[in-house]
């Protein structure tokens, strides 16, 4: 079973940066990776995606441009760069994967099956 395991969150200050990582325990090569966040209140979102196979990316429209997603498929790992942090960025960030993502959707929670434990990120002066 794939198990998923996110860290570097932490505490930033606005316009800060994060780098967060998420280590599987199976090879990646053809997955496709997510990583969603939910702050108190609201809905799992999703951030940004990845498809290891072609290294297509695709981003939501609140962080296009701030945030980068990759992925190191050699060390079973996928990264999101987290640049110009704002306070509405705070929430607990999870990375999720699934081999047989429709792509087009890939910012869609129903999409993965599998998901880390989260890692919160919090963005404050």
């Known amino acids: 079973q794939l198990q998923l395991v996110e860290s570097g969150g932490g505490l930033v200050q606005p316009g800060g940066s994060l780098r967060l990582s998420c280590t599987a325990s199976?090879?990646?090569?053809?997955?496709?990776i997510g990583w969603f966040r939910q702050a108190p209140g609201k809905e799992r979102e999703g951030v940004a995606c990845?498809?290891?196979?072609?290294?297509?990316?695709y981003y939501a429209d609140s962080v296009k441009g701030r945030f980068t997603i990759s992925s190191d498929n050699a060390k079973n790992t996928a990264f999101l760069q987290m640049n110009s942090l704002k306070p509405e960025d705070t929430a607990v960030y999870y990375c999720?994967?699934?081999?047989?993502?429709?792509?087009?959707?890939?910012?869609?929670?129903?999409?993965?099956?599998?998901w880390g434990q989260g890692t919160q990120v919090t963005v404050s002066a």
């Open positions: 999720a994967a699934d081999p047989s993502v429709d792509f087009d959707y890939g910012l869609d929670v129903i999409e993965y099956d599998d």
């Open positions: 199976v090879n990646l090569d053809v997955y496709a």
């Open positions: 990845i498809r290891t196979s072609d290294g297509s990316t």
